[in-house]
């Protein structure tokens, strides 16, 4: 399933939608997303894009980001999101490496480093969305790859995770059965940056015809966000454990509670338990936990809202120091070094094997056998299971 199916058939059925807001304003309905992404499609189309490319992203946040995206899936090929924060050169080798025909930027690419480029405020990215619009996306199957994402590169090089369309709506649904629903009336607000966990979560919303909205600054200001809730509302997003802790002083400072957000998903390296249990006395139950990597997005395991609030079950505290229980789409166990699954309370490996494990390393097979053995996603990261799960 081609991910620009979902805007295509959203837009059919719920077109006057409100799609795109920048803050609070309305930037486009779900009607005129779906037609500047089929026009984007086709003028990239004419420049020789097509099922098997790769385009690149190199840009902030911003509502050309969701355009992108999908007008580069309505032409079938692979979108190559890359870190505005990295540097240019960095940029540079992934987009070589990944071998994109062209790359989507918003002026950070440096000249000269990795072919051509499109200009998101610039003449020739208005030319392309001129262009008479794709009828409908190219037809793509579970295997084909929509989504080439790099790694930190923290131990070498960074290494191309080719996810497959059959990956994104297993991580897709399994986000519906086993960590939040998502309402038709929702809003995601990106605040961390698009082209990793904040961006994962635009699937479930085009998919429900819920809001995108990238707040005026482009970026995680604790103030900005709590101000859009009331006016915006029902409001939905994704936040690393450091920027849970500054939104929660933000609102304490203020005497604030959270008011219009609606979920606040947390992921991306530890949760200390204080700063968890403020959170919740502060802001109430709003937030879910979620771990993945980019093997595997967000799709390993989750810890649900009751479980993050709830005071009452005997093993609370454990609970909540911990990353939840396996999402609906995968096997999670803990092994020892020969692959053999430890007890509970063992500590081992976390191994996980299932629909949203990565098709591989892109050209890179070696890295890939190491990884992902009969199956199993060794994840090098280290963890104990309980009796619950």
Known sequence: MNPAEWLHRTALRGGARPALLAGEQVVMDYAAFRDAAARLGAGLAARGVSKGGRVAIFMGNRVEYLIALYGIWFTGAAAVPINAKLHPKEAGWIIENAGASVTLSDGKLGPGLAGPAVLADGAEWE????????????????????????????????????????????????????????????????????????????????????????????????????????????????????????????????????????????????????????AVETMGARFIQVYGQGECPMGITALSRHDVADRSHPRWRARLNSVGTAQSAVLVRIVDETGAELPPGETGEIAVRGATVMKGYWRNPEATARTIRDGWLWTGVVGRMDDDG
């Open 127 to 278: 030319a392309l969305l001129q262009s008479e619009p794709m009828a409908r996306p190219e037809v793509l199957d579970t295997e084909d790859m929509a989504w080439l994402f790099y790694t930190s590169g923290t131990t070498g090089k960074p290494k191309g995770v080719m996810m497959t369309c059959g990956n994104i709506a297993a991580m897709t649904y399994s986000y519906f059965t086993g960590v939040d629903d998502v309402l038709p009336e929702d809003a995601l607000l990106y605040a961390a940056p698009m082209s990793h966990g904040a961006g994962i979560y635009h699937f479930m919303h085009v998919i429900r015809g819920a809001r995108h909205v990238v707040p005026e600054s482009g970026g995680f200001d604790p103030g900005e966000i709590l101000s859009l809730g009331r006016p915006v509302g029902s409001i939905s997003m994704f936040a690393a454990s450091t920027m849970v802790r500054r939104l929660v002083d933000h609102a304490k400072a203020t005497g604030q509670d959270g008011e219009g957000l609606r979920t606040i998903t947390y992921a991306g390296g530890p949760m200390y338990e204080a700063d968890i249990l403020d």
